[in-house]
């Protein structure tokens, strides 16, 4: 796999150098120059296939030359021990589980692959390296296990202060180990900019081998695009021959963009939902052509709370940086925390079925495609985290709590870690050297 950057396209990578740089010397960000297309066969067989089977069989294929097959077999086989299932609310609507790994958030599907393409390359090269990621919820805690206890890998982790849950924030806080959480006083854009402010300086990244785990990194985006294939496959084995379109609670954009790469890879989806809460840069996009970052605003669905989308560059590039085109493949809304809490309850009365506050976004988005849908399309709403995760969002929906899954329960009695730190960056990059020593 070759990769340029979004910024400039003479400026190109293998994988092994994309994953390890994370970001480009030039800006942008890292995409492949072309995406394999799947053979008839694939597609016809994917429903026999388990989800190990087919991410190993897209996974060889995305990065034939790269990995060792033995190596990527393995890799696969352990980041994805847990089952993803698909559930049926209603005649058209069904949901795709992503939030049974060790954190509950879909995001360890991607920080759990990256951790084992990483500890490959690293075991090759013998180095020393220190894992950044800035989070607004989940990626921290599912880079951090997917991380933890790794050799020679130190991670630290940027998180704004008294904007995360209060399970998040254990989560991310009680690892120990060779897992830092640093508390930034400020919000998550402060700590995306810190982070890629430090990859910008080339100096400290190559003295700390920095390498970054957000969702721009390219191994985490790359099995994003894995459970769409699997979803798809076991939809048309349930006897369904209708348009398939899936809805995708969205913040940067990463799991969006794992649907659009499983459509540049053969999928025959033509739709895909972006559902945001109040931060509404994306239909604001297609709205109008106008892309205008803003500062994030604080949500009941807090791990969208995204005011500058890292992906949207990936995304355009999919769509050849035209508007139109955007507009005919994606379809977005935003809600706002009063609509979530109502369709958090509305769906528990009406499907008995509990949705956590980003999956209830996702569910309002496909209400309101269905008004316009010519096809009667059928949907699968991707439910990116566990609604355990958010006890105090569904007592606001006045419903009762569901039961607690046991590695929350223990890192919830765990004592907390941090290190509070200023958002100005001159106290980030002290911190860096500080460990490097
Ligand atoms: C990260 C996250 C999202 C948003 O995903 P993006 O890839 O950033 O768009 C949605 N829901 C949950 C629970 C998340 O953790």
């Given at each position: 796999m070759i990769l340029y950057s979004t910024k400039n396209r003479n400026e190109k990578a293998t994988f092994t150098e994309a994953v390890i740089q994370g970001l480009p010397k030039s800006g942008g960000l890292f995409m492949p120059e072309s995406f394999p297309i799947m053979s008839d066969n694939f597609f016809k067989n994917a429903?026999?296939?388990?989800f190990t089977e087919l991410s190993y069989i897209l996974a060889s294929k995305l990065l034939e030359g790269e990995i060792e097959p033995n190596a990527l077999a393995q890799i696969v086989k352990k980041a994805f021990d847990f089952e993803i299932p698909l559930k049926q609310i209603d005649s058209n609507t069904h949901v795709l589980?992503?939030?049974?790994?060790p954190t509950l958030a879909f995001k360890d599907i991607g920080a759990r692959f990256m951790s084992g393409i990483l500890s490959y390359i690293g075991n090759k090269k013998e180095q020393k390296r220190v894992v950044l990621a800035a989070t607004s919820g989940d990626t921290g805690s599912a880079v951090a296990n997917g991380f933890l206890n790794a050799p020679g890998v130190i991670v630290v982790l940027l998180y704004p202060s008294g904007k995360v849950s209060k399970i998040q924030e254990q989560q991310l806080t009680t690892l120990g180990s060779n897992i830092i959480a640093l508390e930034v006083q400020g919000t998550f854009d402060h700590c995306q900019k810190i982070v890629k402010e430090a990859f910008a300086n080339n100096n400290l990244s190559q003295k700390l081998n920095l390498t970054s785990a957000n969702s721009i990194n390219i191994a985490r985006l790359?099995?994003?695009?894995?459970y769409y294939h699997y979803a798809y496959s076991r939809l048309i084995k349930n006897g369904s021959n209708k348009d398939v379109v899936f809805s995708v609670p969205s913040g940067n954009l990463g799991n969006l963009t794992g649907g659009l790469i499983a459509k540049k890879m053969g999928l025959p989806v033509n739709k895909f939902i972006a559902a945001v809460n109040l931060n509404r840069v994306v239909p604001h996009y297609l709205e109008t052509g106008q892309f205008i970052p803003t500062p994030s605003i604080q949500t009941?669905?807090?791990?969208?709370?995204?005011?500058?989308?890292?992906n949207f560059e990936r995304v355009m590039e999919i769509v050849d940086n035209n508007h139109s085109k955007a507009a005919e493949v994606l379809f977005s809304r935003s809600y706002s925390n009063e609509e979530t809490i109502e369709t958090i309850k509305k769906v528990k009365q009406n499907n008995n079925y509990l949705l956590d506050p980003h999956g209830a976004v996702g569910y309002l988005a496909i209400q309101d495609y269905m008004k316009i849908d010519q096809k009667k399309s059928s949907f699968i709403l991707?439910?990116?985290?566990?609604?355990?995760?958010?006890g105090n969002i569904i007592d606001q929906a006045s419903l009762e709590l569901p039961e607690m899954p046991e590695r929350l329960k223990r890192c919830l009695n765990k004592e907390k870690k941090s290190i509070l730190i200023s958002p100005d960056k001159s106290d980030f990059k002290d911190f860096l050297y500080s460990i490097s020593e």
């Open positions: 429903h026999t296939k388990s589980e992503l939030f049974h790994g790359l099995p994003q695009s894995f009941v669905s807090n791990a969208m709370d995204v005011g500058n989308p890292s991707l439910e990116t985290a566990h609604p355990a995760k958010f």
